[in-house]
T-cell receptor
Framework: GQNIDQPTEMTATEGAIVQINCTYQ??????LFWYQQHAGEAPTFLSY????GLEEKGRFSSFLSRSKGYSYLLLKELQMKDSASYLC???????????FGAGTRLFVKA | GAGVSQSPSNKVTEKGKDVELRCDPI?????LYWYRQSLGQGLEFLIY????????KSGLPSDRFSAERTGGSVSTLTIQRTQQEDSAVYLC?????????????FGEGSRLTVL
């Protein structure tokens, strides 16, 4: 079976740091993506991890532990525009099907 | 094209009618996905096309749903005898090739409302 879990909602303060967790159980693993989706818009790519460790890209970083089936997205120096849904997605083996979690809605308050 | 194009952007239909949703992927992209997103929910996988391979239809919720991709480019998602629970945003995404390392590029979606 396939299961991707993320918290439903999170709230954080402008300028702070927030960590959004994702755990997964999938039939094979071929990489994990994070996408950002603002309300009413299409998802846009943030990061990709296939090996264990931390990938840093500006204010955003993504971590992966394959043995634990765990990833997190770290957002630093939060800005109001970071208020959005953050979707964790896993690519399984074989058909390279990309499966998404339900997403985490992040609210950034002043 | 420059990006993934979907049409119509909005469709309101009556229960029992058939609808067709169109996706025009980025030129040269061989992989194409359809997802469904209900209000406030995540993306539900529907179907995946990769080149000339047989599509992965494992996410289609019922036999009322079908999709085709002609000439390896444009795709059409057809929903027959629509039901109210089919109301959602239908998102199409394309990827440069079948390798897992490529990001998905999404269209703006087709919002379907079944009355």
């Amino acid at each position: 079976g396939q299961n991707i879990d993320q918290p439903t909602e999170m709230t954080a303060t402008e300028g702070a740091i927030v960590q959004i967790n994702c755990t997964y159980q999938t039939s094979g693993f071929n990489g994990l993506f994070w996408y950002q989706q603002h309300a009413g818009e299409a998802p846009t790519f943030l990061s990709y991890n296939v090996l264990d460790g931390l990938e840093e890209k500006g204010r955003f970083s993504s971590f992966l532990s394959r043995s634990k089936g765990y990833s997190y997205l770290l957002l630093k120096e939060l800005q109001m525009k970071d208020s959005a849904s953050y979707l964790c997605a896993v690519v399984n083996t074989g058909g390279f099907k990309t499966i998404f979690g339900a997403g985490t809605r992040l609210f950034v308050k002043a | 094209g420059a990006g993934v194009s979907q049409s119509p952007s909005n469709k309101v239909t009556e229960k029992g009618k058939d609808v067709e949703l169109r996706c025009d992927p980025i030129s040269g992209h061989t992989a194409l996905y359809w997802y469904r997103q209900s209000l406030g929910q995540g993306l539900e996988f529907l179907i995946y096309f990769q080149g000339n391979s047989a599509p992965d239809k494992s996410g289609l919720p019922s036999d009322r749903f079908s999709a085709e991709r002609t000439g390896g480019s444009v795709s059409t998602l057809t929903i027959q005898r629509t039901q109210q629970e089919d109301s959602a945003v239908y998102l199409c995404a394309s990827r440069k090739d079948g390798r897992n390392t490529g990001e998905l590029f999404f269209g703006e979606g087709s919002r379907l409302t079944v009355l």
